[in-house]
């Protein structure tokens, strides 16, 4: 049993930022990666930014040079730095942790938060 928790939404006009946050927990033997996600009322979800284990990120094109992801390994946390915040970037942001929850089987699962939201108001 895995749990996702995202913290740190809210209410921001544009321009402004947000710091999100997340944390698994649970029957965890190691984790691969950790992301963001969002999802627009209408719309399907989409990827925001996404780090490995090691470090290594991807973000989408529409928010790239203005988020900033990073994670703490030994904590099973990763937080998503928004800055010059933007109408379009209001929705549901989701976590994602991509993991493992044995130690006999080499099988990742991917198990998803509750989400937060986030409005951007012109």
């Known amino acids: 049993q895995v749990h996702v928790v995202e913290s740190g939404g809210g209410l921001v006009q544009a321009g402004g930022s947000l710091r999100l946050s997340c944390a698994a927990s649970?029957?965890?033997?190691?984790?691969?990666?950790m992301g963001w996600y969002r999802q627009a009322p209408g719309k399907q979800r989409e990827l925001v930014a996404t780090i490995t284990n090691g470090g290594s990120t991807n973000y989408a094109d529409s928010v790239k040079g203005r988020f900033t992801v990073s994670r703490d390994n030994a904590k099973n946390t990763v937080v998503l730095q928004m800055f010059h915040l933007k109408p379009e970037d209001t929705g549901v942001y989701y976590c994602?942790?991509?993991?493992?929850?044995?130690?006999?089987?080499?099988?990742?699962?991917?198990?998803w938060g509750q989400g937060t939201q986030v409005t951007v108001s012109s």
């Open positions: 649970g029957n965890i033997f190691s984790i691969n990666a």
């Open positions: 994602y942790a991509e993991l493992r929850t044995s130690f006999y089987f080499d099988n990742y699962a991917q198990c």
